[in-house]
């Protein structure tokens, strides 16, 4: 689900080349872009290895600058201590309005907390299995998933959307869908897709219609099929589907 676009916004866009993937790079920035500017673009590991050679080109394209961290010791990762570092650096700096940090990594969780504690917006991505803790210690969570392609298909998502079926039985996300629709309800039961969509947000920050396989939050309760979709001069309305309207 998209956020609010804030153009003005700068933010500081930090990646752990560890734990993220080439192939995802031009679906984070397109994302980042509706959130804000990326003035600052940076990816952290050590680049003397050979496993993280396929980052070259892919940095160069979109100006990403690399930090090299050497592993001084076997099994630690200095990597993350470097992007901590700068993190903690750039916000005392004071130049970022909010910080993208790129990684499935629940040592950044702490970092996340600080962030935002000065008054910062975190936006976290990574694979889905991070760890629930990182992914709560951001303002917004999305799923990386959601930006890979397939290699025999580069028009094709790797997420395939979820049956009917397997929508009804995802009870989180059909009580989800029935809280907003009476938290931001009229009389009648009616709710704009809009205002449900912030009321979403602010309760799951990890939802986006993109993980059941749906481009839209209206393509998503549709497909759930227990709802009542209407549209009227440009605008989606929501309500459960046994509800009546009041005469």
């Not at 804000?36 to 590991?45: E, F, L, T």
């Not at 008054?119 to 990574?126: C, N, T, Y």
């Not at 396989?213 to 709802?227: C, D, R």
Request: charge should be neutral; hydrophobic fraction near 35%.
């Amino acid at each position: 689900m998209a956020a609010p676009h804030e153009s003005n916004s700068s933010l500081a866009v930090l990646i752990d080349a560890d734990n993220a993937n080439p192939s995802i790079i031009e679906g984070l920035l397109a994302e980042i872009a509706k959130l804000g500017v990326a003035s600052v673009k940076r990816i952290y590991g050590d680049w003397t290895t050979p496993n993280l050679g396929q980052w070259k080109q892919v940095l160069l394209e979109h100006s990403i600058q690399p930090i090299q961290q050497f592993r001084y010791t076997t099994g630690k990762n200095a990597t993350d201590s470097a992007m901590i570092i700068d993190a903690m650096d750039l916000l005392y700096a004071g130049h970022a309005s909010g910080f993208c940090l790129v990684s499935s990594d629940s040592d950044f969780t702490k970092l996340a907390t600080r962030i935002r504690e000065s008054g910062r917006r975190v936006f976290g991505f990574g694979e889905m299995k991070t760890p629930k803790p990182f992914v709560s210690a951001c303002d917004r969570f999305i799923y990386t998933e959601v930006f890979a392609k397939k290699q025999e298909d580069q028009q094709e998502s790797t997420i395939k959307p979820r049956t009917t079926k397997e929508l009804r039985g995802d009870t989180t996300l059909t009580n989800l869908i029935r809280s907003s629709i009476d938290a931001c309800s009229d009389e009648a039961g009616w709710s704009q897709l809009g205002p449900m969509g912030s009321f979403i947000s602010k309760t799951a920050n990890d939802f986006d219609p993109r993980n059941y396989g749906f481009s839209k939050l209206s393509e998503l309760v549709t497909a759930i099929g227990l709802f009542e979709v209407e549209r009227k001069e440009n605008r989606v309305y929501v309500r459960n589907a046994k509800r009546k309207s009041i005469v």
